[in-house]
């Protein structure tokens, strides 16, 4: 499994998230100014765009075959510029044929050519003719600020995300400048490795990091509170804990290699805070991956309202990378609640006496599942089908948590403060403790 990993420096938290699968490349060359791009996923996804120096149209979709002829599927609507969409091709070696006779013998491909070049491994949006990002115009416009030469690339780019997540991400700002951890601060780590950064505070290179940036932020904002969404925080005294590995005992064998974040979070010997400090610590990342999540879904909202499809799209790519992160938590918790009730009974009765730990959990469950709500209401309700297809493609990691939480979910029913809600959790707060902003 391809994994993308950012490790705060010096703390023991992790942002984790898997890598888009590889793609095969084929394209078609309809004139000096026309090039056709068609990228075929191992998942049986498809992507197509059609550069013009003017502009870029895509579509995405499913394919489906017997042996080697497949069949296109568009998920868009009305796309009739794609060659693809509803054909019937033999794919070869060299490429993809029209006629099967052609494809059969392996000749120069009538239709599309498999091409690797790496220009072309670019996100979709990169344009093949222009070699620019679609969006250059706009990150024109919004450049940030001219920087003296003598500031650091790490402030370079803390300014560029106090003033993205302004724009388009508002109350993110406010978190990220009571503690920013941003590129520099945290290290990044591609399957294992240590890949140092770039020190590039491009808007093309930032952007992308958006989600990462408030979800590492976040952490080092929940030191003595848990952050639920900007402007709303709260304090929480620890009780004794247990390692959450220790709950592996009631978790079902063939489980953990389904579940991506298992072996980052709550694995034997990880040394995670999710697993050395149990319960709090799976709050601490509860909390950061639904607020990571969420500033991207709002930042799609606000681009996809102002007609910017190919920065909407980055967003809810990331987003559904961290989207189904609220289900491995929630599992990780109701496990955590389910073995302390039959092996550490006294952790557990002091962590269903801890009210302010239970109303934080109650609170970010409930914004976590209205934002993926609100994320599959946004597209279906609009005209994009990128969060669709995005979360599908992981939606291999929600499914096994979301069936397991059918028989788990009962101890978080008894975990969850009944009737709370981001308006009157003032209310449900104990007695000497206040919340904080
Ligand atoms: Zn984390």
Known sequence: ??????????????????????????????????????????????????????????????????????????????????????????????????????????????????KNADCLKKPWNFNQITQKLEDNIAQEKSKIPSTSHSETAINAAKRYFLNTTSNYARGYNTILESNYAGPGIYSTHIDGKLVPWNQDTSDAALFSELNTVVHESVHLNNINHYVIVPGIAIT??????????????????????????????????????????????????????????????????????????????????????????????RLFTAWYLHYTHQNRRDIYDKIMENNNLRLT????????????????????????????????????YADPCTKELIREEKWLSEFRLQGATQQNYRDYLTTGLTASN
């Open 236 to 329: 929480v005294n620890r009780t004794e804990t247990c390692r959450s590995s220790e709950f592996s005992i009631i978790v079902p064998k063939d489980l953990p290699q389904q579940i991506f974040r298992w072996g980052t979070y709550v694995s034997k010997g990880s040394t995670a805070s999710s697993n050395i400090s149990g319960i709090y610590g799976l709050m601490d990342e509860f909390s950061a991956y639904m607020n990571g999540t969420r500033a991207s879904l709002m930042a799609a909202a606000k681009l996809l309202s102002e007609g910017n499809y190919a920065k909407a799209d980055i967003q809810l790519d990331h987003a559904s990378r961290t989207y189904f992160a609220l289900y491995e938590f």
């Open 361 to 396: 959990f109650t609170l970010i469950d409930n914004e976590f599942e209205k934002i993926i709500g609100y994320a599959n209401r946004m597209c279906i309700n609009g005209n994009c089908n990128a969060w669709k297809n995005y979360s599908e493609r992981f939606s291999k």
């Open 1 to 114: 499994m391809n994994t993308l990993a950012a490790v705060l420096i010096l703390h023991a938290h992790a942002h984790i998230s898997p890598v888009n699968p590889i793609p095969t490349i084929y394209t078609q060359q309809t004139s000096k100014k026309s090039l056709n791009v068609l990228k075929l996923y191992p998942d049986n996804t498809y992507n197509f765009c059609r550069y013009r120096t003017n502009k870029i149209q895509r579509d995405t979709g499913t394919y489906q075959g017997k042996r080697k002829q497949l069949k296109f599927t568009s998920t868009e609507r009305g796309q009739a510029f794609n060659p693809v969409a509803k054909k019937t091709v033999y794919r070869g070696k060299k490429g993809i044929y029209l006629k099967t006779t052609k494809g059969i013998f392996g000749g120069t491909p009538d239709f599309f050519i498999a």
